[in-house]
């Protein structure tokens, strides 16, 4: 796939993966995108991520919320591990806008925080609900896990990437 140059295109293609899964594949060439037309033009589009950013996340939200709901009732085990880490992985590869090149700096740290705030709420909603059920060893160490990954996208995103 060959990276976007024209609002148009990234348009398309915002549409398109708004709907589903981005992938590290597709947040790479996203991430390789250019833009012509200028500062409107970055305006425009950083209206549309905005779009698709919520988009995405609610979907992942509620793809998150509906696999812990089929998990098994009677504790927590690695597969809660699991997808919780691949929530984290797949918001990650929402960030594809910090690699943008051509939008302003104040653009990017906007929707940094804007995705980073709402990632951080999820996870915090996860660390209430395992503090309700806490005492049991198997929820210790998942609180640990998730107050760790907490800790990371507090800290600039899942890879650690700095504001």
């Not at 993966?17 to 590290?24: D, E, L, N, Q, T």
């Not at 790479?28 to 995108?33: F, N, P, Q, R």
């Not at 979907?59 to 597969?79: C, H, I, K, N, Q």
């Not at 910090?98 to 980073?116: H, T």
Request: one cysteine or more; hydrophobic letters at 35%.
């Amino acid at each position: 796939m060959r990276p976007p140059t024209t609002y148009a295109e990234w348009s398309t293609l915002l549409d398109e993966y708004g709907r589903r899964s981005c992938g590290s594949d597709i947040a790479t060439t996203l991430s390789e995108g250019s833009l012509e037309g200028g500062a409107s033009s970055a305006r425009r589009l950083l209206e549309r991520i905005v779009e698709f950013e919520n988009v995405a996340l609610s979907r992942l939200v509620r793809g998150l919320e509906r696999s812990l709901s089929m998990s098994p009732a009677a504790g927590y085990s690695d597969d809660v591990l699991t997808l919780v880490r691949r929530f984290s992985r797949d918001c990650d590869d929402l960030m594809f806008f910090r690699g943008l090149s051509f939008m302003p700096p104040e653009y990017i740290k906007e929707l940094d925080e804007a995705v980073g705030s709402q990632v951080l709420h999820v996870l915090d909603e996860f660390l209430l609900h395992i503090d309700r059920e806490s005492g049991q060893p198997p929820l210790d160490d998942l609180r640990f896990y998730v107050g760790r990954l907490r800790l990371r996208w507090q800290r600039g995103g899942c890879l650690g990437q700095l504001r």
